[in-house]
């Protein structure tokens, strides 16, 4: 089975420009989220989507939005891009938000590298 | 909020040696889960080992094992017989075990482990 699956690998956009990322999770995980991670530092969250519903949300501005579709694949929106957006952004997948007794392991995509110039 | 701390940017080991990765953290929750995470060149990040904090067992998988000291919030990662391939960037993560939770995993900073022959 294919594991979570990103695109695009590697992108480069323009101060103020949009950028869509996309993510396809593992078959048969209806739980998908979004992290970034700037060169030097650890992901930070930045959603959760599970059931086509958001169901948490980190400390990012409201240019970032997010949403997850009937087959729960996942978009990840970035309005007003702004340099400091540079990062590598990590898609992760899991089967239910919640506790299970295996732990509920999540799974990371290869990621989205995004430049702002 | 949860905060993980790595103190440790970057370490050593001879290949065939053993070394530990230390990882702590801050919560006031009694029912979490730990995760240690490899990124290696790839990006992908890959997980090595989990502890439930009600187990008071420490969990172990293969070459990796975790010394989980639940009233120190001490995470710490040991790596036996270490190999060329476990050179990579480790994270240490904390994700809340709280019913209705989103499945957030908040990062330490990484501790980059290189291996010498």
């Known amino acids: 089975d294919a594991g979570v699956t990103q695109s695009p690998t590697h992108l480069i956009k323009t101060r103020g420009q949009h950028v869509t990322l996309r993510c396809s999770p593992i078959s048969g995980h209806k739980s998908v989220s979004w992290y970034q991670q700037v060169l030097g530092q650890g992901p930070q969250f930045i959603f959760q989507y599970y059931e086509k519903e958001e169901r948490g949300r980190g400390n990012f501005p409201d240019r970032f939005s997010a949403r997850q579709f009937p087959n729960y694949s996942s978009e990840l929106n970035v309005n007003a891009l702004l340099l400091g957006d540079s990062a590598l952004y990590l898609c992760?997948?899991?089967?239910?938000?919640?506790?299970?007794?295996?732990?509920?392991?999540?799974?990371f995509g290869e990621g989205s590298w995004l430049t702002v110039v | 909020a949860q905060t993980v701390t790595q103190s440790q940017p970057e370490m050593s080991v001879q290949e065939a040696e053993t070394v530990t990765l230390s990882c702590t953290y801050d919560?006031?929750?009694?029912?979490?889960?730990l995760f240690w995470y490899k990124q290696p060149p790839s990006r992908q990040m890959i997980l090595v080992i989990r502890q439930e904090a009600y187990k008071q067992q420490n969990a172990t998988e293969n070459r990796f094992s975790v010394n989980f000291q639940k009233a120190a919030k001490s995470f710490s990662l040991k790596i036996s017989d270490s190999q060329l391939g476990d050179a990579a960037m480790y994270f240490c993560a904390y994700r809340s075990a709280k019913a209705g939770t989103a499945s957030k995993l908040t990062f330490g900073t990484g501790t980059r482990l290189q291996v010498t022959l």
């Open positions: 992760a997948s899991s089967a239910r938000p919640w506790r299970t007794n295996s732990g509920n392991t999540i799974y």
């Open positions: 919560t006031s929750e009694s029912d979490y889960y």
